[in-house]
């Protein structure tokens, strides 16, 4: 089992930063995948960012690519995304997730945090 909780959203002015952090329980989460996702008003969930539980495998989003950086701590059990040059587009609820084995599929996600919402002011 692994519990997930994010933080760090917030209301940023375009153009602006954020960094997130998913802080993770469980033993095993260096054996996990870790994914970002996010979803805006009325729309559906998409694929943000992955690393997979080694570090050697980062895939982007085409719309946030050169703009955000996952990373991630096995030491202390956290994830990051760094959010730069932020959009107004950017705007949503921003999930974290874990699985074993990459994956851009929200659907083959087994463990979600309850999100955190992010507001880009144009």
């Known amino acids: 089992q692994v519990q997930l909780v994010e933080s760090g959203g917030g209301l940023v002015q375009a153009g602006g930063s954020l960094r997130l952090s998913c802080a993770a329980s469980?033993?095993?989460?260096?054996?996990?995948?870790m994914a970002w996702f996010r979803q805006a008003p009325g729309k559906e969930r998409e694929f943000v960012a992955v690393v997979s539980w080694s570090d050697l495998n980062i895939y982007y989003a085409d719309s946030v690519k050169g703009r955000f950086t996952i990373s991630r701590d096995n030491a202390k059990n956290t994830v990051y995304l760094q959010m730069n040059s932020l959009k107004p587009e950017d705007t949503a609820v921003y999930y974290c997730?874990?699985?074993?084995?990459?994956?851009?599929?929200?659907?083959?996600?087994?463990?979600w945090g309850q999100g955190t919402r992010v507001t880009v002011s144009s």
């Open positions: 469980g033993r095993t989460f260096s054996r996990y995948a």
């Open positions: 997730a874990a699985r074993l084995g990459v994956s851009y599929s929200s659907y083959d996600y087994e463990y």
